[in-house]
């Protein structure tokens, strides 16, 4: 079963960018590695995901490394909103264990005016 | 679409009582996963669905908890008898499998409370 590693807790500035790190070192081939965020009160959303590319959408951006055992989501400029708990989670979509979407404790990202 | 729909949004019920929660996955998803959310433990998968079919319940903690998905549009979560120790936060989410476009969507929540 593919875990990840991710920091408890991170600070930013308002404004600034933020690097949020997950490491997967026993990831396979066909896991796909994700990434969700919950806002306070909220269910979690989804954010982003790749498989071995970069990636970037209008949330974030998504650096992946080359043997694929890391990750970095990177929110370009924190906003206030962006004050969340960030998730880092493998899937595979092409088994039936591989697809269940099982949540670590995720970063608590603070944003600091 | 109007995205996950769970009811009730809060639930208050007395120790002992059953509880149903109700989730109405996105058209069109085959993948439904309820997830349960406390301080304590964070948010825990308690079941997962594929194709209307229970694949893991290893999350379920107990008897007690039921699950069942009788179509692709609708899905509950039951507890009985309650606890108060099963007060949380429940989440339903969807998504399809295989490879396509598959993030997964989170309805608002249950919030129970069992006193």
């Known amino acids: 079963d593919a875990k990840t590693t991710q920091p408890n807790s991170m600070e930013s500035n308002e404004e600034e960018p933020v690097h949020l790190p997950c490491n997967h070192s026993t990831i396979s081939g066909t896991d796909y590695i994700h990434w969700y965020r919950q806002l306070p009160s909220q269910g979690p959303e989804y954010v982003i995901h790749g498989l071995t590319s970069n990636v970037n959408n209008r949330m974030a951006s998504l650096a992946i490394a080359e043997d694929r055992k890391s990750s970095t989501l990177i929110l370009h400029r924190a906003t206030l909103r962006d004050a969340a708990v960030y998730y880092c989670?493998?899937?595979?979509?092409?088994?039936?264990?591989?697809?269940?979407?099982?949540f670590g404790g995720g970063t608590r990202l603070m944003v600091k005016p | 679409d109007a995205g996950v729909i769970q009811s009730p949004r809060h639930e208050v019920t007395e120790m002992g009582q059953e509880v149903t929660l109700r989730c109405k996955p996105i058209?069109?998803?085959?993948?439904l996963f309820w997830y349960r959310q406390t301080m304590m433990r964070g948010l825990e998968l308690l079941i997962y669905f594929n194709n209307n079919v229970p694949i893991d319940d290893s999350g379920m903690p107990e008897d007690r908890f039921s699950a069942k998905m009788p179509n692709a549009s609708f899905s509950t979560l039951k507890i009985q008898p309650s606890e108060p120790r099963d007060s949380a936060v429940y989440f339903c989410a969807s998504s399809l499998m295989a490879g396509k476009g598959t993030e997964a969507f989170f309805g608002q929540g249950t919030r129970l409370t069992v006193v």
């Open positions: 058209s069109g998803h085959n993948s």
């Open positions: 989670i493998l899937r595979d979509y092409y088994n039936n264990a591989g697809n269940m979407l099982t």
